[in-house]
């Protein structure tokens, strides 16, 4: 297993219980079922990346810079580190070493 499929799988993990936690202390449905989609798609790209389908390290790329760019609207929004800030950092740290994977192709 190499570093891209942990950072995927985690960042997976991370969204869908940040949406969860988004939906208990705001009520708020959108959090919940945002988090939980792009968290479920990245789970199945860590494990289709697992099975050797190379187009699954380019969704879940994909899927984290969409994510990266809603989560900093919101921090530039809002001026508050969690979570957004939180999620910011991490998914650019996710997507360096998605990116990096795609490039040197290790």
């Known amino acids: 297993m190499n570093l891209s499929i942990i950072a995927v799988f985690s960042y997976g993990i991370l969204a869908i219980v940040g949406g969860i936690i988004g939906y208990i202390q705001a009520n708020s449905q959108v ?6 989609i792009s968290g479920l798609l990245l789970i199945f790209a ?22 990266v760019v809603v989560f900093a609207f919101r921090l ?15 998914g650019m740290l996710a997507l360096t070493v998605m990116v990096n994977q795609l490039v040197t192709g290790k």
């Open 31 to 36: 959090s919940l079922l945002s988090g939980s």
């Open 76 to 90: 530039a929004k809002t001026r508050k580190f969690m979570p957004a800030g939180l999620m910011t950092i991490l």
């Open 46 to 67: 860590a494990y289709f990346q697992l099975q050797g389908q190379g187009w699954a390290l380019i969704l879940a790329a994909f899927i984290t810079a969409v994510l």
